[in-house]
């Protein structure tokens, strides 16, 4: 069962930083790219951040010099990295692969 699980979402105030963490199950992880997305209520998920199956980043302007992407082929498991928050990236975060979505975690900044 090809499954993707986020955690790592919280409470933090403006200028905190949180790691989110996406375990990745039922398919070869190391193959694919792997993306991290976000949504506010009533918005379009917007993509965040990917990252190739090399290990090479890009970035959304937005979060770029803040954010830092990486992969753990060996433990199958993705991460997102988030420093000096901002209130405008208060936003359900979810990990997606092809084909596949998590559950999503939720990040909330408080100023």
């Known amino acids: 069962q090809v499954q993707l699980v986020e955690s790592g979402g919280g409470l933090v105030q403006v200028g905190g930083s949180l790691r989110l963490s996406c375990a990745a199950s039922?398919?070869?992880?190391?193959?694919?790219?792997m993306s991290w997305y976000r949504q506010a209520a009533g918005k379009e998920r917007e993509l965040v951040s990917i990252?190739?199956?090399?290990?090479?980043?890009h970035y959304v302007d937005s979060v770029k010099g803040r954010f830092t992407i990486s992969r753990d082929d060996i433990k199958r498991t993705l991460y997102l990295q988030m420093n000096s928050l901002k209130p405008e990236d208060t936003d359900v975060y979810y990990c997606?692969?092809?084909?596949?979505w998590g559950q999503g975690t939720q990040v909330t900044v408080s100023s």
């Open positions: 039922g398919f070869t992880f190391s193959r694919y790219a």
């Open positions: 997606q692969a092809p084909g596949v």
């Open positions: 990252i190739s199956s090399g290990g090479n980043p």
